[in-house]
């Protein structure tokens, strides 16, 4: 295959640039083309752009991928499997962003001027600190990509009613799932980390990425850190990222993962008595779940009992592309 002309906006020497997109690879050879000639046309209308690819270790030539496709790409080799917050920050500390930093999936696929519309978004309004574009499923349906604060009572209502029929109740539910509130200026507490905008601001005030959680829940602890700061989320409708997701509900051990660093999550913010009841609202879901059959909680039971995550058999998350998020 040719290599992936340049984007207008990157200059393969500088050392820094409006807008650095950083996106963290592990065994992504397979899906890393696509993502890679989205680019050009996504960074279209930028000043000056950068691209940072880290590579979280991989053994199937995503490097070798990376720099045969785009020699534009700035490639860093991690040298160990560092996790996606250390990753990313890695890939924010190695080209300085002098407005903003877009943190993307290695398989999400931007559409054309994206990136212009989050920068935008986020200047437009300095209460906005981050920007999160619409994203869509293959077929271009829209996925329901924005969520609401962790509490004891949404963890309740995902247990008893399950998480989309809660979802109708703001109270008793995380994900937002009516598609009237997914229009421009939308706001969030928090959305899925597949495609995030920071402005320079948020940088500045909130800091490094949390490098606790190895991948799962560090983007919600950082819209959170955000929001606390005094910034808000915002959603830019025309702004699109195409993104297929789906392994963690198939995959042991991505779901124990994502059980356990919720818990996490909830005590680092929360005191020990609130985070112990979260913790048995969560353990009972994923029990109820496991007594039905579903082998995902059976494991992430297991790993929420023994209070940590055991290696996956075979790479980071047992498959290729990581990593992967809903």
């Not at 969030?188 to 995030?196: F, I, N, R, S, V």
């Not at 929001?227 to 995959?251: C, I, Q």
Request: no cysteine.
């Amino acid at each position: 295959m040719p290599p992936v002309p340049a984007p207008a906006a990157v200059d393969d020497g500088a050392s820094a640039a409006d807008v650095v997109l950083v996106t963290v690879t592990y065994s992504s050879a397979a899906i890393v083309e696509r993502f890679l000639r989205a680019l050009p046309a996504a960074l279209d209308g930028l000043g000056s752009a950068q691209v940072v690819v880290v590579d979280n270790d991989s053994a199937d030539g995503t490097v070798e991928r990376v720099v045969e496709l785009a020699p534009w790409a700035v490639a860093v080799k991690a040298g160990a499997n560092l996790g996606y917050g250390a990753g990313l920050n890695l890939g924010i500390g190695h080209v300085p962003a002098r407005r903003g930093v877009l943190v993307l999936n290695p398989d999400a696929v931007l559409q054309p001027g994206a990136v212009r519309r989050l920068l935008d978004a986020v200047e437009a309004d300095p209460a906005v600190g981050i920007a999160v574009p619409r994203i869509v499923d293959a077929s271009g349906r829209l996925k329901f990509s924005l969520r609401r604060e962790p509490t004891i009572a949404r963890a309740v209502g995902e247990a008893v009613l399950g998480g989309h029929r809660a979802a109708r109740f703001p109270l008793l539910g995380d994900q937002i799932r009516d598609p009237s509130r997914y229009v421009d200026g939308a706001t969030a507490d928090w959305a899925t980390g597949a495609a995030m905008f920071l402005s320079r601001r948020v940088l500045d005030a909130v800091g490094p990425w949390s490098e606790e959680f190895f991948l799962y829940s560090e983007e919600t602890d950082y819209a959170l850190r955000a929001r606390d700061a005094g910034f808000r989320l915002g959603y830019v409708r025309d702004a699109v990222a195409a993104h297929p997701g789906g392994d963690m509900e198939r995959s042991p051990w991505l779901w124990s993962l994502v059980a356990v660093n919720r818990t996490k999550l909830y005590r680092k913010r929360h005191g020990p008595l609130r985070s112990a009841v979260y913790w048995g609202v969560v353990v009972f879901n994923e029990a109820v779940r496991a007594a039905l059959g579903r082998r995902t909680s059976r494991a992430a039971l297991a790993a929420l009992l023994r209070g940590r995550v055991s290696p996956p058999v075979t790479g980071r998350n047992g498959g290729p592309g990581a990593p992967i998020r809903p």
